[in-house]
């Protein structure tokens, strides 16, 4: 058995989200595994940041959640490339880190929007693309560990993203006769500009931090980005409609952990909480 090589010569690639964080570690690998790459970026800085690092890309300034200005990507990427072969809807945001009852409904909307509404829109635009790619284009989105455990004070989020897995499983199934492949990535806390290490974890809780997760660490953006190149290849071809789980064990664990000498326990070892939820 001959095993294809990680070569993405002449393939499309958008990545929303891609200036920096998971997004930025995913178009890098795109760029750097041969293909052509595109991002969309609400920050007009991280536009020009990347352009500048990357002049053979493309970095297009897109509100992902504002659907004239994803209709407007559509049509700059079709005069682009005519076609698009791999998608990573990258963008998400827990926005409001608040106890369900807290929240006003302004603020729900933003967190289902940002984690899935989107989703669901840049996906409907960029499926003729997709169309013109196929067979054999595929379809990824960054959906996170909170899609398959429950979150205090994230509700919300958690639910948006429970709905990506539902999107990936059922629009698998729609996309199959066309030979478009849509799976998901659900990376456990991974260190990047929106989400620190810092913030999620406490200068006061870093003594044990090794022992929380199976493999030792939190994650990388480019932890990630070698989950997509995997699923956007040749060596995932015959794998639609699930969710790639990027977590170093954690949800395996399903609550176990090592103590700080080395024992594995299910009981709580409770020295202050990991984020500070307000309240």
């Known amino acids: 058995m001959t095993i294809p090589a990680m070569d993405f010569s002449g393939k499309n690639v958008l990545v929303t989200g891609g ?13 750097e595994a041969g293909a ?3 991002i969309a970026e609400v920050e007009e800085k991280l536009c020009a940041d990347f352009t500048a690092a990357h002049p053979d890309a493309l970095a297009i300034r897109c509100d992902v959640t504002k659907g004239a200005e994803v209709k407007a990507l559509a049509a700059q990427l079709r005069e ?4 698009l072969d791999i998608l990573v809807n990258n963008v ?24 899935f509404g989107q989703v669901v829109r840049v996906t409907r635009a960029m499926l003729p693309l997709l ?11 960054i959906s996170s560990i909170e899609a398959f455990r429950g979150i205090p004070n994230c ?11 539902g999107l990936t499983q059922s629009l698998a199934l729609e996309l199959a006769p066309a030979g478009i492949r849509i799976n998901a990535i659900a990376p456990e806390t991974t260190d990047t500009p929106q989400v620190p ?6 200068h006061k809780n870093r003594a ?3 022992k929380w997760i199976p493999l030792g660490r939190f994650g990388r953006p480019e932890d990630c980005a070698g989950a997509a190149l995997y699923l956007a290849s040749p060596l995932a071809s015959w794998v639609t409609g699930t969710t790639l789980h990027v977590d170093g064990g954690a949800l395996a664990a399903a609550g176990w952990m090592q103590t700080p000498e080395g024992q594995w326990t299910v009981v709580p070892m409770i020295t202050g909480n990991g984020i500070e939820f307000p309240g």
Do not use: Q
């Open 19 to 31: 200036g920096s964080g998971i997004g930025l570690a995913c178009a890098r690998a795109f760029l």
């Open 155 to 165: 509700s919300i989020y958690g639910a948006g993203k429970a709905a990506i897995t």
């Open 92 to 115: 998400g945001h827990f926005l409001h880190t608040k106890p369900f009852e807290a929240l006003e409904e302004d603020e729900i909307d933003a967190i289902m929007e940002i984690n």
């Open 208 to 210: 044990n931090m090794d």
């Open 131 to 141: 169309r013109e790619a196929a067979p054999g284009s595929s379809i990824i989105t």
């Open 197 to 202: 290490i810092d913030f999620m974890i406490p």
């Open 80 to 83: 682009w490339s005519g076609k």
């Open 36 to 38: 052509k790459v595109a």
